[in-house]
């Protein structure tokens, strides 16, 4: 099945700070999803997102299909964005079962 | 407007004890799954269910069962618990697995289980 990898794995900033995540792909896919996961638990879906850039207050995400590859960018961070971000792909090969990468867990320090 | 629920939150199983995990979506959506999140592995489907009446194995299907029970329902069953199970276990939603551009996930909020 597709592979897909998250980096960085970990990453802590201070308030304020910009940063990057960027989600891999093995393979052609149809769909890609990025989602925020709270210190709570609860999953909450940021961006579906099969191409182009999309913008959503301080987010954005932009993915790059035929080079396999998605970033999400989180501007001027803020403590309540900390959390696991997830991305997850649906395979183009005819099945549209998303499948998750490990996630970047982000700490936004006061 | 309620999204995902699932019940229980918090369960604690001998080993070789059964529990079913219940689910159920206002969102009229077809599509149901169950996925499992274990420290540093992401989240991996376990089961789904694209519409009404079909069931399907995912990712890591052993050792459980499931039940699409009606279009709002899919329930998850442990028929013989064991510690490899202890994890946190994510129900979800989306319009139509079938159809690509309609399967935006909806989770609901977890249930952490634990097998002694």
């Known amino acids: 099945g597709i592979q897909v990898e998250q980096s960085p794995p970990d990453l802590i900033l201070q308030e304020g700070a910009n940063s990057t995540l960027r989600c891999n792909f093995s393979?052609?896919?149809?769909?890609l999803q990025w989602f925020h996961q709270n210190p709570w638990g609860q999953l909450i879906n940021l961006f579906y997102?099969?191409?182009g850039t999309k913008q959503n207050g301080r987010l954005s995400a932009t993915t790059v299909a035929t080079e396999r590859y998605s970033l999400l960018y989180i501007s001027s961070s803020q403590t309540t964005d900390s959390g696991v971000y997830f991305c997850?792909?649906?395979?183009?090969?005819?099945?549209?079962?998303?499948?998750f990468g490990r996630g970047t867990s982000l700490i936004v320090h006061p | 407007n309620a999204g995902v629920t699932q019940t229980p939150k918090f369960q604690v199983l001998k080993t070789g004890q059964s529990m079913t995990l219940q689910c159920a979506q206002d969102?009229?959506?077809?599509?149901m799954y169950w996925y499992r999140q274990d420290p540093g592995m992401g989240l991996r489907l376990i089961y789904y269910?694209?519409?009404?009446?079909?069931?399907d194995k995912g990712e890591v299907p052993n050792g459980y069962n499931v039940s699409r029970l009606n279009k709002r329902e899919f329930s998850l069953r442990l028929e013989s618990a064991a510690p490899s199970q202890t994890s946190v276990y994510f129900c979800?939603?989306?319009?139509?697995?079938?159809?690509?551009?309609?399967?935006?996930?909806?989770f609901g909020a977890g249930s952490r289980l634990t097998v002694l």
């Open positions: 979800a939603s989306s319009q139509n697995i079938l159809l690509s551009g309609a399967n935006v996930l909806t």
């Open positions: 393979d052609s896919v149809n769909n």
């Open positions: 997102i099969p191409s």
């Open positions: 997850a792909v649906e395979g183009a090969g005819g099945s549209y079962i998303p499948t």
């Open positions: 969102m009229n959506h077809n599509s």
């Open positions: 269910s694209a519409s009404e009446g079909t069931t």
